[in-house]
């Protein structure tokens, strides 16, 4: 399938790309598109994964490399992860292109196509909410209009949530609406490189994408519409992939970034674990000796450091970073691993089955309706899925005993962050939700527990040491307790060409996305 797409798709332009290359065809069919933005998708889900786990606490400097600079003092640039914005909307508009090649000028899908169609707005409401939930407010109903509009307006992030909800609203609808009609077999099967054409999955992804629409946005977002199809939620890892290997441009990007590149060659060495998050794992906050195993290398005693220091004894990582357990560290032939990185060859995820349930227990804590089941039971299956999804290979066969070993993980820890009848609070009970979901989504989702952080200041951080706090040492935000920086800047690129409509003011130490606290 990557074969496929490399040789066939076109790459959509972002919304401020005014050059045309004559020598690319401008009008590609639908089912293309579709597969080549599903692959690009992954490409952006690794970028933001980086970003996550360099703000959110997963990672510090290793030693060895300097030019941290803004990453450690936290005085962002319009430079720093400058490449979230274009990826993304070039992204979005492959997916717009979708849209709109499946439906005429009034909206009304091609029923041949409603399959593709709804799919785009899918995938578009999730590239979406990564931009509001890393940016605040994005350009969006004037954005995805190619040369119409170069200078899009920016919108109201709260206005955006409520706006890709109801999308997600009618890609359900579309979809049951071509099951009705027996559009069968169903027409994107060779296309879709994520659920191979299982319209049901696709519902049960829309539906936990409007969830955590839903629950960031509660009290401040008015959605049209706050009830959910009867297929539920997602409840098996999504990943993207179309057919990864160890080749040159068909490496899962996860593992092509952070273990080796297709000739071997170690990847990015530059960053270890935390201490912070490593305190998770070790004993020093919870006892996680299984998880530990499967993540890290040699782990108890894999190499940690805090952000932001540079003296003596920082650890230096090895080929293939801390992230990857293997004791084999040839790029050539390393691979089939738990963990996070697994093999070249492994699916990238969209989203965790363990954060879905762990959505849902939260969404059982707020009362929202719509989610049945209890919230142990949703707490527990979150801690499940996890173990499942590190335990699995690149075949994805299991290594191990993942259900066996995460009730002994949760009968070891009498802490409340693991046993939640031990929790004696709503707030107790949101802390192990959460605590539990930023543990879950380490470095596959990073991005997710940091925005997770920053809505509900969990996980717990206070002191100086580094078991007790993931802010750098280096930081020089003195305005927050936590010493942490609040979001990114908008890029350069778009300050440059756009700047009449980006929003003035916005700094990294004290501007906040809407839903933060």
């Not at 496929?4 to 009008?27: E, F, G, M, R």
Request: aromatic share 12%; glycine share 8%; charged share 15%.
């Amino acid at each position: 399938m990557l074969a496929v797409v490399a040789l066939l798709a076109t790459s959509c332009k972002d919304y401020l790309d005014i050059n045309t290359n004559q020598n690319k065809p401008t009008n590609v069919s639908a089912p293309l598109v579709l597969s080549q933005a599903l692959v690009a998708t992954g490409i952006v889900i690794n970028q933001y994964n980086t970003y996550g786990m360099q703000t959110g606490g997963y990672a510090a400097n290793a030693g060895g490399f300097g030019g941290f600079n803004e990453t450690v003092t936290y005085l962002y640039t319009n430079n720093n992860y400058s490449n979230l914005w274009p990826t993304s909307y070039d992204n979005l508009e492959d997916y717009q292109y979708i849209i709109n090649q499946t439906q005429d000028e009034d909206g009304n899908v091609n029923p041949d196509q409603i399959y593709f169609n709804a799919i785009a707005r899918i995938m578009k409401s999730y590239g979406f909410q990564l931009l509001v939930d890393a940016y605040n407010n994005v350009p969006y109903s004037e954005a995805l209009l190619g040369d119409k509009n170069l200078t899009p307006a920016y919108d109201d992030p709260a206005a955006i949530y409520a706006a890709l909800a109801a999308d997600l609203d009618k890609a359900i609808a579309d979809i049951n609406a071509g099951n009705a009609a027996a559009v069968a077999p169903s027409p994107v099967t060779n296309y879709d490189v994520v659920f191979a054409g299982k319209m049901t999955s696709w519902i049960k992804f829309a539906n936990t994408i409007k969830l955590r629409l839903m629950i960031r946005g509660k009290g401040k977002v008015t959605f049209t519409n706050t009830t959910f199809d009867a297929a539920g939620f997602v409840d098996k890892d999504v990943k993207i992939n179309p057919g990864y290997t160890r080749d040159i441009n068909r490496q899962n990007p996860n593992w092509n970034s952070w273990a080796f590149g297709y000739t071997g060659s170690s990847a990015t060495k530059a960053w270890v674990p935390s201490t912070f998050v490593m305190g998770f794992y070790d004993g020093h906050k919870l006892v996680d000796l299984k998880r530990g195993n499967a993540m890290y290398y040699q782990f108890p005693s894999t190499g940690t450091n805090q952000l932001g220091y540079e003296g003596v004894g920082i650890p230096k990582s090895p080929e293939g970073n801390f992230w990857y357990p293997s004791d084999n560290r040839d790029g050539k032939s390393s691979g089939n691993a738990t963990g996070v990185l697994k093999g070249p060859e492994a699916g990238l995820v969209a989203m965790t089955a363990a954060e879905s349930y762990f959505l849902q227990a939260e969404a059982l804590l707020e009362g929202i309706p719509g989610v049945t089941g209890t919230q142990k039971g949703m707490f527990e299956a979150g801690i499940h899925a996890s173990f499942k999804y590190l335990y699995l290979l690149p075949d994805n066969t299991t290594s191990g005993t993942p259900d066996a070993d995460a009730d002994a993980y949760i009968a070891a820890n009498t802490n409340y962050l693991v046993q939640y009848d031990l929790a004696t609070s709503d707030a107790q009970r949101l802390e192990a939700i959460i605590t539990q979901k930023w543990l879950a989504v380490n470095m596959i989702n990073s991005q997710e527990g940091y925005n997770e952080y920053r809505r509900t200041g969990y996980p717990k951080v206070n002191g100086a040491l580094p078991n007790n706090t993931f802010a750098s040492l280096e930081s020089l935000i003195t305005s927050r307790p936590d010493r942490l920086p609040t979001r990114i800047l908008y890029p350069v690129s778009e300050v440059q060409y756009n700047g009449a409509n980006v929003p003035a003011g916005v700094t990294s130490t004290s501007s906040t996305i809407f839903w933060a606290k």
